[in-house]
């Protein structure tokens, strides 16, 4: 049987020196920062804000409804980060968004300032060889784990299935990965998350 | 030690930084900052340094050596920094920072160290001693976004010859930052005394030794006595109020070393205070910590209404213990209080007094925001975030991993 290591993922932020004051700016900025800048823009909410009931999930639409974009920051906000596979996918989508549905690209707003995720990934020592391993070590493991799990690895690996979904597929849990990938990690705090799998590798 | 977090965070997350520090286990690291009393830089080192130790990084704390004229300059460096003056700095003022400098030069031996971590503008010139191999990082703690700037321009020459600087928002980073530019908030401990769960007798004990009735709505701001703080605002602010519902203010400071305008804003205040005895000003030493910590567990709704600010470390101290903090719409403020969330933001004293009444008169209101901040805290503001960063920082810069 394929053993599983529990690796996990942590952040750190750095300014990328960019920093827009109108929605053209922004336009332009957002063709051309690193995936690393879309990555922190998009994810830092569910990183950090996931257990509070916030407005938005993402900096973009938040700088949106700041300065009187409600329909660019609710279609950003309403992304759906987990369809998409790929950052350069998820790129394209909010750029084609904001062609169609941006105005006032000249109106002076307050400054975006684009930062970028410097990412460190370790791995945890922990290592399931066997379906109750895994259990345990969801367990055992904190919520960044499950966010690289569930999250960066799709990105990492432009694959729609996450990592605990492809080993549990391997050992022949097809019904359990299937449930897991399907979860809409969006409505769940990451320590609901955790109870959600559990549960579902329980029954 | 770090297992003593144990009880404020998940244990995959210490597990997390154990497993981030391994490959850092040995590296020499140094901070240097102005003073070992007094302040959040102070405060965060304190229980940093022992704490990256415990991960195995050999990490040590150096204080620089000033005089009174030393500090009054790094002092009008300080407040030109954060906004422009009548006057910019001093051929005398300049001279008068050089001159320590290299007497400090002296004084701290940075040689023996792989990172050198200088907090805040005081030892920021430090950095002429570097060595070939060493990594140097200015940690900035104030807000550097409008200075006055030719005190800028003459601390920018310094900050450009580190490797890296850290600043607490993106907003503090100045055009002229020609180095990577990290963006990292500050912290507080959980277990230092400032935080740590009280028992109900002991503040009770400190509200009577202060003489503040329990029986009635406390109003409180924690901050240094700077004019920056804004305590005038703060007592304007609680007259408005006053006019309908009872409360009590009370304004708690103390005196940093490195900080010689603090007894003349005290002064102040209490000038301004006049006879009212619902105004309590309190000026308590520096390691007051367990009095500050029952204060704030004692207080109804928390004010931090600065005109500048570096962070604010005391906004995330009262959020921790589950209070809605009305904060200035400004700096680090506004990136730990989110707004009608885990409490309020304000832009004037008439908008502190408005969001001041309506948490006094609703108790779920205050009870809700309180359990919102408090759990954004645990996420975002503890210390163990913030060494996460650090050993990121140092791994990024130092090329581990």
């Known amino acids: 049987m394929p053993e599983f290591r529990f690796r996990s993922e942590l952040w750190t932020a750095q300014y990328t020196g960019v920093k827009v004051s109108t929605l053209g700016a922004f336009l332009k900025a957002l063709r ?82 684009f930062i970028r995720a410097v990412r460190r990934t370790v791995d945890l020592g922990v290592v399931a060889r066997d379906l109750s391993e895994f259990k345990e070590g969801v367990k055992k493991v904190g919520i960044h784990s499950l966010f690289y799990h569930l999250v960066t690895s799709r990105l990492v690996h432009c694959s729609p299935v996450n990592d605990f979904s492809r080993w549990l597929t391997e050992i022949g849990e097809e019904r359990k990965a299937r449930e897991i990938n ?18 579902i590798l329980e029954s | 030690m770090l297992e003593e977090y144990a009880r404020y965070i998940d244990r995959g997350t ?38 990256m130790n415990d991960l195995g990084i050999d990490c040590h704390w150096e204080v620089i050596r000033g005089d009174e004229d030393f500090f009054r300059v790094t002092k009008r460096i300080h407040n030109l920094l954060h906004m422009p003056g009548e006057r910019s700095l001093s051929h005398e003022d300049i001279l008068t920072y050089l001159r320590y400098t290299f007497e400090n030069l002296n004084h701290v031996d940075t040689d023996p160290y792989d990172v050198v971590i200088v907090h805040d503008p005081q030892p920021a010139g430090l950095v002429i001693k570097r060595r070939r191999g060493q990594k140097w990082i200015w940690r ?8 006055d700037e030719e005190t800028w321009k003459f601390l920018e020459t310094f900050v450009n010859s580190y490797d890296a600087a850290i600043f607490h928002i993106p907003e503090f980073v100045r055009e002229g930052v020609r180095i990577p530019a990290f963006v990292i908030p500050p912290s507080i401990d959980p277990l230092h005394d400032k935080n740590r769960e009280l028992e109900e007798d002991f503040i009770n ?50 005196f940093a070393s490195d900080d010689p305008e603090g007894e003349e804003v005290y002064r102040e205040v209490l000038e301004a205070k006049g006879d009212d005895p619902d105004i309590h000003v309190l000026n308590l030493p520096p390691d007051s910590h367990l009095e500050i910590n029952a204060l704030q567990r004692s207080a109804t709704v928390i004010v931090h209404k600065p005109l500048r600010e570096g962070f604010g470390l005391v906004v995330s101290e009262g959020m921790w213990k589950g209070k809605p903090v009305v904060g200035s719409n ?57 060494l996460k960063d650090y050993l990121i920082v140092l791994h990024t810069l130092l090329k581990v991993g």
Not at chain 1, 182 to 199: A, E, G, H, Q, V
Not at chain 2, 30 to 46: D, P, R
Not at chain 2, 219 to 225: A, G, T
Request: include cysteine; hydrophobic fraction near 40%; charge should be neutral.
């Open chain 2, 330 to 386: 400004i700096g680090g403020v506004r990136r730990q209080v989110i707004h009608g969330v885990t409490g309020y933001l304000v832009n004037s004293t008439e908008g502190a007094a408005f969001r001041i009444k309506q948490l006094l008169t609703d108790e779920d209101l205050r009870k809700r925001l309180g359990e919102s901040a408090r759990e954004r805290v645990r996420h975002s503001f503890l210390i163990t975030r913030h």
């Open chain 1, 32 to 113: 051309e920062v690193d995936d690393d800048t879309v990555y922190y823009h998009l994810y830092r909410n569910m990183f950090e804000y996931h257990f509070l009931p916030t407005d938005y999930w993402n900096s973009f639409s938040y700088w949106f409804a700041e300065n009187g974009f409600p329909v660019l920051a609710e279609k950003f906000s309403a992304l759906d980060l987990i369809e998409c596979v790929c950052l350069s996918d998820i790129r394209e989508e909010m750029v084609r968004i904001l062609e169609r549905e941006g105005h006032s690209f000249d109106k002076i707003c307050k400054p975006f300032y």
């Open chain 2, 205 to 254: 004990s400190v509200l009577e030794r202060f003489r503040i009735d329990p029986e009635r709505p406390v109003v409180l701001q924690v901050s240094r006595f700077d004019r920056l703080k804004d305590p005038f605002g703060v007592i304007e602010a609680y007259r408005i109020v006053k006019r309908r519902l009872d409360c009590q203010l009370v304004l708690a400071g103390s």
């Open chain 1, 182 to 199: 399907r979860i809409d990690l969006i409505s769940y705090s990451l320590y609901d998350l955790r109870n959600r799998i559990i549960d």
């Open chain 2, 140 to 147: 900035c703690h104030i807000d550097v976004s409008s200075p």
């Open chain 2, 14 to 51: 210490l597990k997390e930084l154990e497993s981030l520090a391994k490959e850092l286990k040995g590296v020499k690291v140094l901070h240097v900052n102005s003073t070992k009393l007094g302040g959040g830089v102070a405060e965060i080192l304190h229980r940093l340094v022992p704490l």
